[in-house]
């Protein structure tokens, strides 16, 4: 196995774990303040339909990740309106949400399909990104890949090391005890939900200006539900979710490499074996029980109100 | 189900609410039921032009409604049992897995007329249509045989069904024609659509020496990953010319507004029967899209005359001497393939490397 096969295998596999990092960092954040958001799906593809129409109208794509963080944190106030101050059920809420954002997205997407544009550019360092294998692998991809590593980076030092994520924390495991000594629940969840829809809706437009840069309805396809998925099986820890969408991607990839090599396996196998993979390695590594129900938000998915 | 389907619902109850449809009564209704979404690009984005032709063929005389992504299972007998009983004469069912659910509803609405995309199950108000695809791979084939400098064709594969094994056959027989040194290398994506993964295979297959994209799945994605990469890609379903401008070698394009508009004037003259169609070339169910103009002529030339070759009857891409991966003849000389062997091939032609998933 040579390496000139070895590099671009792991370009795609970046590629293919970066909007899945954008998506479960977020909702993290989103259930450590002990809120279940099951509107990924949705809120990625409102992202990924905001940012590209942005790309193609302006053809910037800066404006373009902004427009599909701020589509995002738009699907996600509409929940946590409903959810925080009205008390709604988070579980049919979030599933109505991602309801609401795939159809929405292809009402809105309905002039979009069949248009494109360029793509957003890799990152090219004169001299650094020419250094062969470390070059393109450490300074050969776009702008968001290495955001998405910073955010994980960022999410993972906030929630542990600060005083806010001590209050995010908080509020997701006794909301009562945080509300009895003064902190808002509902101020901290409603900023977690809104940062989980930024999150989720740049992970969409990663999808739209940078993978495939394109338009179909329902591009997402499922990749909300697998972010969602990671957030639980990495037992709510930000670089152990980082770790597993690497794997999930990088399992996909090498499996399809694996057929282009006349591998001897069947194709279904193959492509179960991301999903069994990423499951069973994050399940033995959160494998301490004790530990992971200290991990859980013991408030996830349990609506506050003051009265109560 | 879809908004948009809602509020046409919505909308027309409103319009019997209020009694403005007395013209309707005199009417053809005529509905569809979509598998995928309608922008996909793809399979449905062509059934709903073929929706959209009727519409403008036909005028006033009918009118047409569609629900979309409707999955194939429970949901697929409602929505069909729905359509047949709110006064459609015509219903399309566009998926191979709404056979049973559509024999089911022709059998409770004998007054309705049916029409079943790609299965084999009829009834005396339940026609079956398909496209023979193959003709079209067979055309491609010519043509990436001779395009290809790597020898290795990349070619991305949804599911091991006949249509899809034929596809690959039909392909590699022409390509290997043209090229004896060809060889076809296909990654199984198990899925119809997913921009992401399908992008994903093609740049493993271009980085494993593939210098031609073929793709027997939805999305314009590996198209636009050919045009990334510089290597020549074909297009599936419509014309996907714009995501890859000179990647783009052709597409396969279904065509289903000759058939879909005759089937309608024909329930309206009242000759309408039952029938089994498996057309291609010919009556204009398999176009290709505009050949790229980095095509050689005598390439062009060699893909037009087996396209008439085709129509007139004269090739047939499954002509025999065939043999499968062990060796056994499958067509034997001088013979050509039947329909019967075509709709259900399940074997690779021999000469291609790899077995078929089981």
């Known amino acids: 196995m040579s390496i000139d096969w070895l590099v671009p295998a792991i370009l795609t596999i970046v590629t293919a774990a970066t909007p899945l990092v954008f998506a479960a960092v977020g909702e993290t954040v989103v259930e450590k303040a002990g809120v279940l958001n099951l509107g990924v799906e949705g809120m990625m593809i409102m992202g990924a339909i905001a940012a590209f129409a942005t790309a193609v109208a302006t053809g910037s794509e800066v404006l373009a990740i902004l427009a599909g963080a701020g589509a995002g944190l738009l699907l996600s106030l509409i929940f946590g309106v409903l959810c925080v101050y009205l008390q709604s059920n988070q579980v049919a809420t979030g599933l109505a949400l991602t309801i609401f954002g795939l159809g929405l997205s292809a009402l809105i997407g309905h002039s979009y399909v069949g248009k494109t544009f360029g793509g957003l550019a890799k990152l090219d360092i004169p001299g650094l990104s020419d250094i062969p294998v470390i070059g393109p692998l450490i300074f050969g991809h776009d702008a968001l890949v290495y955001l998405s590593v910073v955010s994980v980076a960022l999410v993972a030092w906030f929630l542990n090391r600060t005083r806010g994520g001590l209050l995010v924390r908080a509020v997701g495991e006794n909301h009562d005890a945080a509300h009895s000594i003064g902190y808002s629940v509902t101020l901290i969840r409603m900023g977690a939900i809104l940062f989980g829809g930024a999150m989720a809706g740049v992970g969409g437009a990663y999808l739209s200006v940078a993978y495939t840069p394109l338009w179909v309805e329902n591009m997402t396809a499922g990749r909300g539900w697998i972010a969602l998925a990671l957030v639980v099986f990495a037992s709510w820890k930000p670089w152990r979710a980082f770790f597993g969408a690497y794997l999930f991607g990088g399992i996909t990839i090498i499996q399809l490499y694996a057929q282009g090599m006349g591998v001897e396996v069947s194709a279904q196998f193959l492509s179960m074996l991301p999903y069994v993979a990423t499951i069973l390695v994050l399940v033995v590594i959160s494998r301490d029980s004790a530990k992971a129900r200290l991990n859980a938000p013991a408030c996830l998915g349990k609506n506050f109100h003051a009265s109560g | ?358």
């Open chain 2, 1 to 358: 189900m879809h908004l948009k389907s809602k509020l046409a619902g919505a909308a027309a109850a409103a319009v019997l609410a209020f009694g403005i449809s007395s013209a309707a009564q005199a009417q053809l209704k005529i509905g569809f039921v979509y598998v995928g979404p309608i922008g996909d690009h793809g399979w449905s984005y062509e059934h709903n032009q073929g929706r959209l032709a009727i519409e403008k063929a036909l005028g006033d005389k009918v009118t047409t409604s569609y629900v979309e992504k409707v999955p194939e299972g429970a949901d697929a007998q409602r929505v069909i049992t729905k359509l047949a009983s709110s006064g459609h004469g015509l219903i399309f069912t566009t998926s191979f897995g709404y056979m049973n659910p559509t024999l089911r509803a022709a059998k409770r609405f004998p007054k309705v007329k049916f029409e079943h995309a790609t299965g084999f199950k009829r009834a005396a108000n339940m026609s079956t249509y398909s496209a023979r695809f193959y003709e079209g791979r067979y055309v491609v084939g010519k043509i990436v045989g001779n395009m290809t400098k790597s020898n290795t064709i990349g070619y991305i594969a949804s599911f091991p069904i006949p249509e899809v094994i034929r596809g690959i056959n039909a392909t590699y027989l022409a390509a290997k024609s043209v090229n004896p040194d060809v060889k076809i290398k296909i990654v199984w994506v198990s899925t119809w659509f997913d921009p992401g993964k399908e992008a994903d295979a093609a740049k493993t297959l271009i980085d494993q020496g593939a210098d031609v994209i073929m793709q027997h799945t939805d999305s314009p994605a590996p198209v636009q990953v050919a045009e990334q990469r510089g290597v020549w890609a074909v297009g599936q379903a419509s014309d996907m010319t714009a995501f890859g401008p000179k990647a783009h070698l052709t597409s396969i394009i279904d065509n289903w507004a000759p058939y879909y508009i005759a089937r309608a004037k024909a329930v309206l003259d009242g000759t309408w029967k039952s029938t089994d169609t498996w057309d291609g070339f010919k009556p204009g169910m398999v176009e290709m899209a505009d050949y790229n103009k980095a095509i050689p002529e005598r390439v062009v030339a060699l893909a037009k005359a087996t396209r008439a070759g085709i129509e007139a009857g004269t090739i047939h891409p499954f002509t025999g001497e065939i043999k499968d991966q062990s060796g056994k003849v499958v067509v034997p000389k001088g013979k050509t393939a039947d329909d019967g062997m075509l709709a259900g091939m399940n074997f690779y032609v021999q000469g291609i490397e790899g077995s078929i998933p089981k």
